[in-house]
Each structure stands twice: as structure tokens, then as C-alpha cells.
């Protein structure tokens, strides 16, 4: 189930029966300030709620009070084994860290963390992936299993304990569906902290929110999972636009317009496959609350439009206009669009 307890990064709370977050990571080089900061504002606008930047070296911790003056969203620095980096981006004003305790040296750093984190109410991330696992878990399993990304995870999350620091989210992403799946439910079933939800490497556009739908789908439909990041090789406004379509996929956030269309047959007679894609697309920053059906032929479009506030049904070569299962009129092929787009807008 969604995490009991909670931390908040700049004013997002995640975990605590909080909304499932979005969000996503540039991928802009570190040291490029305008292109990151363009970028920043980019996902921003696309909806993203927490962003996310690699901080690799002292010099790109420039990019954090950068990012923190130009957009109004949580800013999480993602740092990898230096934790002098980690302390100066707390000085920065960054929201949030990710980094793994275990992987930046004896107790006295892990401490100067922690400590500087709970002065400043930074949360932070660990973040255990399938291909970085500790090689004692290893030889344990054998192979990064779902136990081994739990294991690893909850080792970290213990080395935070140890000086009282409990801020802690988790994620234990693997590139393979079934595995990240079986590490959150364990996870869920082993600890309490805020589950940050993720496939690792899930691929290029198509196969990655394939993937990433039936991972994090799977887990949220349970109800485990308080924030979501969708991982594409891909411009990340894409992981937030699909971030978003899952959400309302599985019935957390509602809002913007419901998009119906069939799959088209033998007895389709416009092209609906255009007509469809630049419908849908027309529609991505209509924020009203409605349906829309999109349907090749009258067949099932009355069926639909009983449940569609509006929708087009393909004739041959024309279309019908429909409000919620009456027909307002006929229009040739080349105006429906329009027609439905000047339909919508009076709703
Ligand atoms: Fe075929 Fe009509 Fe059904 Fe579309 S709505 S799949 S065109 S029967």
C-alpha cells in the first residue's frame, strides 16, 4: 500500500497518501546552464513535478541555483560517490538528494550528510539499479534479483538510520519488468518509506512506456508507489507526457480530456488514423474535464457517444458530429476537425 509516512522536497510531498508525483531528468550536459535551464522549463511547462539533474562534479553545482531561480518546481540533485558535491548542494537550496550512503566512504561522511540534509528538511533518494548492486548482495543471489534490489536498498536506507536520519524514499529499479515489480511489492511489504517508482534502461520511446506502463501500472494499480519517473531514451518532455497518460490510466489523476478512438476496420471510409493523431494531439492542452470520441463509422460511434461529451463518426468521406449520443450535423471530411475543435470549445 501507498506509504504511510512521508518527506517533502520543496513543498511536494511524497508519500503520506500524497498525489503520485511525476517526474523526470535532464538530459542536458551538467555544465550547459541556458540549454539545462531551457530545458528545466521545458518539463516544467509539460507538467513535470520534480525535477531531477546530475550534479557530477563541483562546477555543475552551479546548476542547481540555477535551476532554482528560473523554475517553481522541486529540484532533485542526483550525485554518484562524492559527498562533498551532496554537502554543496544542500548550500545551494537543492529540494532533494539522491545519492547511496554506501557508496560515498566511512561513517563520518554518511553522517555529514545526513546531517546537513536534516538541517535544511532535504529528503533524500536512494536509488539502487540492477546493474550497481553491492557485490556481497551478488554473491548472495547469484544475479540481481528482486531480493537483491531490496536487500541493497534497505542497506543503504540503514546506513541513514544509524544517525537518525529517516527522510528516506526509495527506488530499486531493474531493466526488467517482472524484477522491478516483485522489488517494490517486497520493499512495500519490508519497510515503510515513500516509493519512488521506475523501469531502469527501458529503451526508446515505444518499447520504454510499454515497459514502464506494465511495471509502474502494475504497482499502482496495487496502490504501492508515491512518485514516478518514466524512463525513455527520448526528450524527457516525453516522459512526462507519458508519466501523465499513465496516471490517468489507472485512475489517479483526472482532469484534461478523455481520448477514445477505434482501432479503424473494413468498414471505415475517412482516414481516421490521421484524423485521430491530430485530434489527440489538438487536444493535449485542452484542460477541460470531457470525453472525446474519435470513431470510424456509426457502427459504434452512437454506443460511444452515450458516454462521449463529444465525438465524430466517420460516414464516407464526411463526418457526424455527435454530443452526448444526439447528432448535431454532417460535415465533409476535410472540416471535422474544425467542426469538433469549435464544438469543444463551447463546453
Ligand atoms: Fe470498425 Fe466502426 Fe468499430 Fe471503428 S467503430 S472499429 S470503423 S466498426
Not at 532535504?122 to 553491492?134: K, Q
Not at 544517525?163 to 511489504?189: C, E, G, H, Q, W
Amino acid at each position: 500500500m501507498a506509504s504511510k509516512i512521508f518527506v517533502k522536497a520543496g513543498n511536494v510531498q511524497i508519500g503520506g497518501g500524497a498525489q503520485v508525483s511525476i517526474q523526470s531528468m535532464l538530459n542536458t550536459p551538467a555544465h550547459d546552464i541556458e540549454g539545462s535551464v531551457r530545458q528545466a522549463k521545458a518539463l516544467e511547462a509539460a507538467g513535470c513535478e520534480i525535477i531531477r539533474a546530475a550534479v557530477p562534479d563541483k562546477d555543475a553545482v552551479k546548476l542547481v541555483s540555477a535551476l532554482k531561480e528560473n523554475v517553481n518546481i522541486p529540484v532533485v540533485a542526483d550525485i554518484h560517490f562524492d559527498y562533498k558535491i551532496a554537502l554543496e548542494c544542500v548550500s545551494a537550496g537543492v529540494d532533494k538528494i539522491r545519492i547511496n550512503p554506501g557508496n560515498i566512504g566511512d561513517d563520518s561522511r554518511v553522517k555529514a550528510v545526513a546531517d546537513a540534509c536534516r538541517n535544511n528538511n532535504i529528503p533524500i533518494r536512494i536509488g539502487v539499479n540492477s546493474g550497481s548492486l553491492e557485490k556481497s548482495i551478488l554473491q548472495k543471489y547469484g544475479h540481481p534479483t528482486a531480493e537483491a534490489l531490496c536487500d541493497s536498498a534497505l542497506y543503504h536506507a540503514s546506513l541513514l538510520e544509524k544517525f537518525d536520519f529517516t527522510d528516506i524514499v526509495l527506488s530499486m529499479k531493474s531493466s526488467t519488468v517482472k524484477t522491478t515489480v516483485d522489488a517494490y511489492r517486497l520493499a512495500r511489504s519490508r519497510c515503510d518509506y515513500p516509493l519512488h517508482l521506475g523501469v531502469t534502461e527501458a529503451g526508446t520511446e515505444y518499447s520504454g512506456i510499454i515497459k514502464s506502463a506494465a511495471g509502474i501500472g502494475a504497482l499502482l494499480l496495487d496502490g504501492v508507489g508515491d512518485t514516478i519517473r518514466i524512463s525513455l531514451t527520448a526528450d524527457p518532455v516525453r516522459e512526462v507526457v507519458a508519466a501523465k497518460e499513465l496516471l490517468k490510466a489507472v485512475g489517479l489523476r483526472t482532469g484534461g480530456v478523455k481520448f477514445v478512438s477505434c482501432p479503424t476496420c473494413g468498414r471505415t471510409k475517412i482516414d481516421l488514423i490521421s484524423l485521430a493523431n491530430e485530434i489527440q494531439e489538438k487536444l493535449s492542452n485542452v484542460n477541460k474535464d470531457i470525453t472525446v470520441a474519435v470513431m470510424g463509422c456509426a457502427v459504434n460511434g452512437p454506443g460511444e457517444a452515450k458516454e462521449a461529451d463529444l465525438g465524430v463518426a466517420g460516414g464516407d468521406g464526411c463526418g457526424l458530429i455527435f454530443r452526448k449520443g444526439e447528432i448535431l450535423y454532417k460535415v465533409p471530411e476535410s472540416e471535422i476537425v474544425t467542426a469538433l475543435l469549435s464544438e469543444i470549445e463551447k463546453l
